[in-house]
């Protein structure tokens, strides 16, 4: 099976732009995870995805937002970007409903000057 | 809140056993899992620990004390290609969302 899949790798933007990052999951997962990760903040959950309803979502600001399609296919979007939003943003597919086996993509890195 | 706690560095030298701690603390308890990660890489799954004991895969295992709150992660045989960082979460509810550590950056000497 092909693993998770992320475009674009990597992407450069100026403060308040916007961005959209997009994930395709491994072949039959319905869960779609994103996570931000950064040096100092490590990795920090941003929201999940399962069967296109958002199920949970972690302490971030309006400004990050997300979808997932009837495909399982997922993206988020970030609005008037911020300094501080450069980071390795990663999505994660999971074959079940729970969290306890989650499958990486290899990121995409925004720069945001 | 949930927080995971774990030592930020270990060194060891190649063909030793290294152990690698994680403690935490959560509001509610389903499991506890490792993540590797390479440098400019992503992370990759190693185990998950929903009961008390050992779990061994290969060179790994994967050892979870509920009582404790404790769980550690053993490699053994250690290779130059084991020099990542590796991560211990708790998933944050009964659904797909995980609370990570800091991580543990390993650094495998000759």
């Known amino acids: 099976k092909a693993g998770v899949t992320q475009t674009p790798r990597y992407l450069i933007k100026t403060r308040g732009q916007q961005v959209t990052l997009s994930c395709s999951p491994i072949s039959g997962h319905r869960s779609v995870s994103w996570y931000q990760q950064t040096p100092g903040q490590g990795l920090q959950f941003l929201f999940e995805?399962?069967?296109?309803?958002?199920?949970n979502k972690g302490n971030f600001p309006g400004r990050f937002s997300g979808r997932q399609f009837s495909n399982s296919r997922s993206e988020m979007n970030v609005s008037t970007l911020e300094l501080g939003d450069s980071a390795l943003y990663l999505c994660?597919?999971?074959?079940?409903?729970?969290?306890?086996?989650?499958?990486f993509g290899p990121g995409t890195r925004l720069t945001v000057t | 809140g949930q927080s995971l706690e774990q030592p930020s560095e270990v060194t060891a030298v190649e063909g030793a056993i290294v152990q690698m701690n994680c403690t935490y603390q959560t509001s509610g308890f389903y499991g506890l899992s490792w993540y590797q990660q390479h440098d400019g890489g992503a992370p990759t799954f190693l185990s998950y620990n929903a009961l008390d004991g050992l779990e061994e895969t290969g060179r790994f295992s994967s050892f979870l004390s509920r009582s404790d709150s404790y769980g550690y992660l053993l490699l053994q045989e250690l290779q130059m290609k084991d020099s990542a960082s590796y991560f211990c979460a708790v998933p944050g509810g009964s659904q797909g969302n995980l609370i990570f550590g800091k991580g543990t950056k390993l650094s495998v000497k000759p």
């Open positions: 995805y399962f069967s296109e309803t958002q199920r």
């Open positions: 994660a597919s999971s074959p079940g409903q729970g969290a306890d086996e989650q499958y």
